[in-house]
């Protein structure tokens, strides 16, 4: 029996901000900081806090529905949810549950969370294209979802407070078989990589957590390692799928890295060799959202029509862990 070869599509791309601003100056009211300290160190002019009676859920849910909004999909036809999160509704069960119950699919589909911080997303986006590579499922909604301004964040630590926010994104992949695909050569994944080195995990963690201790905990952070450490692996996931694609950094169109710091985007552009201008840049805008970096990212880019048909996008994160990957899309 001649099993089709598939490729994975990406149909839909989303994303959702809460209303809410909090600007760098209400900040420097409440801390001992300033606008122009949070702006020059990293590029982040304000970021959007969730309201009380919104959840990761709920944030994740409008990020979904503009996702399949721009697919033009139908909520029955997704055959799974991959959620990443670092922020997830409750301990369990998986936020991507919850999403599935709101978004009114009432057939059983497999629905579960990714926990790889930063990098979530790409993690995620790697967990679905093997599912759809192989066949398994014909249409899945990834989600990055996140609230850092609830629980996790120590809002009287200046170092780590003010470079988190809120917000969520989505991607509607879907798959095809090859000789369909060839008749319409477009918007597609080339490949996809992730990777972990757990010697760094006490450099990007929470001190708590329901296996450790009896309370969620704070983000803590040495910023410097975490500087230094996502440049270099950043820069050299996209090395290594441009390499084994046999492709070049002159050949990437845009650049969407994890949203973090405009100095750590601007340490991996320079590393690859990547003009300014082919950088997707939104931090200023909402701050670093985790897992919900990348699909906000590229779903901006879309608006504002910085992609055409045929372009090469490389995407790419690094979180906690250390958790790392990026992916090639053909768009
Ligand atoms: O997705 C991964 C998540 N995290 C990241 O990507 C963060 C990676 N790290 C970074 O982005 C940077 O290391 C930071 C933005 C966190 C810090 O920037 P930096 O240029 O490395 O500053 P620094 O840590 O060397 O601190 C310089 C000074 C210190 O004061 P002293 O010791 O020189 O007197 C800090 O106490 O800046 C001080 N500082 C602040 N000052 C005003 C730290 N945070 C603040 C603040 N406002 N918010």
């Given at each position: 029996m001649r099993v089709p070869k598939m490729r994975v599509r990406v149909c839909g791309v989303g994303s959702y901000l809460p209303k809410r601003v909090l600007t760098n100056t209400e900040l420097s009211r409440s801390l001992d900081t300033s606008d122009e300290w949070i702006r020059v160190r990293t590029g982040i002019r304000q970021r959007h806090i969730a309201a009380d009676d919104e959840c990761t859920s709920d944030l994740a849910l409008h990020a979904s529905r503009a996702a399949l909004g721009q697919s033009s999909?139908?909520?029955?036809?997704?055959?799974a949810i991959v959620l990443a999160t670092?922020?997830?509704?409750?301990?369990?069960?998986?936020t991507a549950a919850r999403l599935q119950h709101k978004l009114g699919i009432s057939r059983s589909i497999p629905c579960h969370d990714v926990q790889a911080v930063c990098a979530g997303f790409v993690f995620a986006l790697h967990s679905a294209w093997n599912m759809l590579l192989l066949g398994q499922v014909r249409c899945v909604l990834v989600v990055g979802s996140e609230?850092?301004?609830?629980?996790?964040?120590?809002?009287?630590?200046r170092s780590t407070c003010v470079l988190f926010g809120d917000g969520a994104g989505a991607f509607i992949l879907e798959s095809i078989e090859e000789d369909a695909f060839s008749k319409n050569p477009c918007g597609y994944i080339l490949d996809v990589m992730t990777s972990t080195d757990?010697?760094?995990?006490?450099?990007?963690?929470?001190?708590?957590?329901a296996g450790s201790s009896t309370n969620v905990g704070h983000l803590k952070m040495n910023g410097s390692v975490v500087f230094r450490e996502g440049i270099a692996k950043m820069a050299n996931s996209v090395t290594e799928l441009l390499s084994r694609n046999n492709l070049r950094a002159e050949d990437i169109s845009l650049l969407v890295p994890h949203q973090a710091n405009q100095r750590i985007m601007d340490g991996v552009a320079r590393k690859l060799g990547v003009?300014?201008?082919r950088v997707v840049s939104t931090v200023g805008e909402h701050g670093n959202i985790s897992a919900a970096t990348i699909p906000a990212a590229l779903s901006h880019a879309c608006a504002e029509g910085m992609v055409k048909r045929g372009d090469l996008i490389a995407i790419t994160a690094m979180g906690g862990g250390f958790s790392w990957g990026g992916a090639l899309i053909r768009w």
């Open positions: 999909r139908s909520v029955d036809e997704i055959d670092t922020t997830p509704e409750n301990t369990f069960p998986a609230i850092y301004s609830r629980s996790i964040i120590d809002w009287q630590d757990g010697s760094f995990y006490d450099m990007l963690y929470i001190d708590g957590g003009l300014q201008e």
